[in-house]
């Protein structure tokens, strides 16, 4: 079992910049490709961006391309969403996920473990 908790959002300006966060619980052991998706109410949930456990690949939404990084620290349990460039389309709650391998994924089905989430928005 895997717990999830993103911090990090808020209320920026076009243009801007945020980090997210999500931490994953200390008892958690094993490998583990991460990602994020975000979802605006009424719509579904969408992919954002994924990470493979070594860090080795990256996946980006065409959307998202050259202006979120992922990244992520193994010995602390964490991954990270750099945000920069922000549009006011970017407004969503953003989700970390998790899933038992080791190769990342785009496919918001194979991930089994899931954050709270952690609202983003963005004025114009």
């Known amino acids: 079992q895997v717990r999830l908790i993103e911090s990090g959002g808020g209320l920026v300006q076009a243009g801007g910049s945020l980090r997210l966060s999500c931490a994953a619980s200390a008892r958690t052991s094993g490998t583990y490709a991460m990602g994020w998706f975000r979802q605006n109410p009424g719509k579904e949930r969408e992919f954002v961006a994924a990470?493979?456990?070594?860090?080795?690949?990256?996946y980006y939404a065409d959307s998202v391309k050259g202006r979120f990084t992922i990244s992520r620290d193994n010995a602390k349990n964490t991954v990270y969403l750099q945000i920069d460039s922000l549009k006011p389309e970017d407004t969503a709650v953003y989700y970390c996920?998790?899933?038992?391998?080791?190769?990342?994924?785009?496919?918001?089905?194979?991930?089994?473990?899931w954050g709270q989430g952690t609202q983003v928005t963005v004025s114009s």
């Open positions: 990470i493979s456990w070594a860090s080795e690949v990256t």
């Open positions: 996920a998790a899933r038992n391998l080791v190769s990342a994924s785009r496919y918001s089905y194979q991930y089994p473990y």
